[in-house]
Nanobody, 119 residues
């Protein structure tokens, strides 16, 4: 079984920074794409940023230039550095990964970490 565990969320003032981490564990052979999503109250979950195994990245327009996604393949970890945070960035942030384990290829979610940006 594969598990994703996020950390690093919290309360920060507008203009501040946070760094989220997500560690994958279990019987992992390889991890393809790793993504960060977020869901604000009353809104649908949206893709924030994604990164391939080789390091190619993509970002939502709303976070370009402020957020940076990166990964450490040796540690099965993906990061999201969030700078110049705005109140509209407030949401629960979820990690998502496509993981190849010993027997299967599956898509997994973390439990989420709350990010709150005060004005």
């Amino acid at each position: 079984q594969v598990q994703l565990v996020e950390s690093g969320g919290g309360l920060v003032q507008a203009g501040g920074s946070l760094r989220l981490s997500c560690v994958a564990s279990g019987r992992i052979r390889s991890i393809n794409n790793m993504d960060w999503y977020r869901q604000a109250p009353g809104k649908e979950r949206e893709l924030v940023a994604g990164i391939t195994y080789g390091g190619s990245t993509n970002y939502a327009y709303s976070v370009k230039g402020r957020f940076t996604i990166s990964r450490d393949n040796a540690k099965n970890t993906v990061y999201l550095q969030m700078n110049s945070l705005k109140p509209e960035d407030t949401a629960v942030y979820y990690c998502n990964a496509e993981v190849r384990s010993v027997f299967t290829l599956g898509n997994y979610w973390g439990q989420g970490t709350q990010v709150t940006v005060s004005s």
